[in-house]
């Protein structure tokens, strides 16, 4: 098992290293964003530049109107941890 909010930290990694700026709204834990980055971070993801999903969120919200939002958006990098997708990055 991956530890609590690890995946969205593995994601900011990948944006930090990828320099890529810009809001981000995080699907699942947003809190742990701010002890990896200085992002900005919106809990409003219509407001966001970037949404990092992370893998779990989605089984335990399958109706959440942000996995509506983002099935036509583009999916910029699967972020995997030993061969498991547990988070994915999306560009609005």
Known sequence: MVGFCASSRLAVE???????????FVAGCPEAVRYYSDF?????????EYIILETYFAKQHPESQVLKFIEDKNLIKDI??????????YKI
Do not use: D, R
């Open 14 to 24: 990948y944006l930090k290293k990828e320099n890529i700026k810009g809001s981000i």
């Open 40 to 48: 900005n971070l919106t809990y409003n993801f219509l407001e966001a």
């Open 80 to 89: 995997e941890f030993h061969n498991a997708i547990i988070a994915k990055i």
